[in-house]
């Protein structure tokens, strides 16, 4: 008969699996859980270092490929998370991560949880620190290609594939003090927004192809008064009450250098929320806290794919130089046609 979990592994330290294909689990959807190869407990300590996971794959498995609780110091290389029921990976409370050369596509294909947890599933949904991406493609989920979840600190992503994403965006990260490091990437065709940002302190993105999606980097905020568990990864604490409460970390200094954007018809390339926080503060915020420099715009079909708030009615959305005029953003940006 069929297996819920093909692997569960805990407490284990210098931990290698190699050339190994972990398929048709028949877990069941909870939340969390129900992978082929399980770790730790979700908020358990961190009792697993050392970790190698290479050449595997990780396909066809009713919910997760993998689930990877509280391990700190993992290499996962060489390694396929495709065409599983939810998503290929769920990450949480890792520490000291590098991710290369994976393939993350395919998964929640069915789309049958999509209109229940949305952002849950797709490719990779995750908590992590001080955590590499090295060429990882998280292409054609049903959901976002990649989502970090809060708390995230200390991420770089570099020559990464996050293209034609059917639901959702292609990345987002919320409720993280960073920083956080987009570098020569392609973030392309993707279903939704290219990025999703909510209330991340210290943001890049640098030297990024953000082409042809719904939108462009979409920047959400919460208000201060909002509060998130602050997980001490390094000893295991998660807590939703006391002293490890603390207010949201809110979008400062979001930084947007040398990336080309392009879009068709009705997309806009930066976009702030009109529903979270006062409008008016919108042309005050991007000239404090957001810093853009020698980026290339287009759409071919409309030239007022800037959003610079409601305070500018009936103009919310302005052209490339009534953005540099309202924001002092972009000056040596230009709108031009990607090679």
């Given amino acids: 008969g069929m297996v819920e979990t093909l692997l569960d592994v805990k407490s284990k330290n210098n931990f290698v699996l190699r050339n190994l294909t972990f398929q048709n689990a028949s877990g069941y959807y909870n939340g969390s859980g129900g992978a082929a190869l ?9 009792n697993s270092r050392n970790w190698l996971i290479e050449h595997c794959e990780f396909s066809q498995n009713n919910v997760s490929g993998l689930d990877l609780y509280s391990v700190h110091d993992v290499t996962i290389r060489h390694t396929d998370l495709v065409d599983n029921g939810a998503r290929g990976l769920h990450t949480i409370r890792v520490q000291n991560g590098r991710f290369e050369d994976m393939k993350v596509t395919g998964n929640n294909a069915r789309g049958k949880l999509i209109d229940h947890v949305k952002h849950a ?5 995750f908590r992590l620190v001080d955590c590499l ?5 998280a292409s054609e989920n ?3 290609g990649i989502r970090g979840d809060v708390i995230a600190s200390n991420i770089i992503y570099r020559d990464c594939r996050i293209n034609g994403n059917t639901a959702s965006g292609g990345m987002m990260q919320e409720i993280s003090w960073g920083p956080i490091l987009v570098e020569n990437c392609e ?10 940002i909510v209330n991340v302190h210290d943001m890049t993105l640098r030297n990024n192809r953000i082409m042809n999606n719904d939108r462009g980097i979409y920047i959400v905020q919460m208000p201060k008064r909002h509060t998130v568990a602050d997980m001490d990864i390094g000893t295991g604490g998660e807590t939703g009450s006391g002293p490890n409460i603390v207010p949201i970390p809110q979008n400062l200094n979001t930084i947007v250098i040398g990336n080309t954007f392009h879009a068709t018809g009705d997309a806009n390339l930066i976009e702030r929320s009109a529903t979270s926080g006062d409008p008016k503060l919108y042309v005050e915020w991007y000239s404090k806290h957001y810093r853009g420099e020698n980026n290339t715009f287009y759409n071919p079909d409309r030239t007022g794919v800037f959003n610079i708030g409601e305070a500018w009615k009936p103009q919310e959305y302005t052209d ?3 953005w540099q005029e309202a924001t002092g953003q972009d000056k040596n940006s230009r709108w031009a046609k990607p090679d």
């Fill in 38 to 46: 399980t770790t730790e407990t979700w908020g358990g300590p961190v």
């Fill in 121 to 125: 599933v797709g490719g990779w949904d």
């Fill in 133 to 137: 991406f090295l060429r990882v493609n």
């Fill in 142 to 144: 049903h959901g976002h």
């Fill in 187 to 196: 973030i392309n065709d993707n279903v939704g927004q290219a990025f999703l």
């Fill in 320 to 322: 490339l130089k009534g």
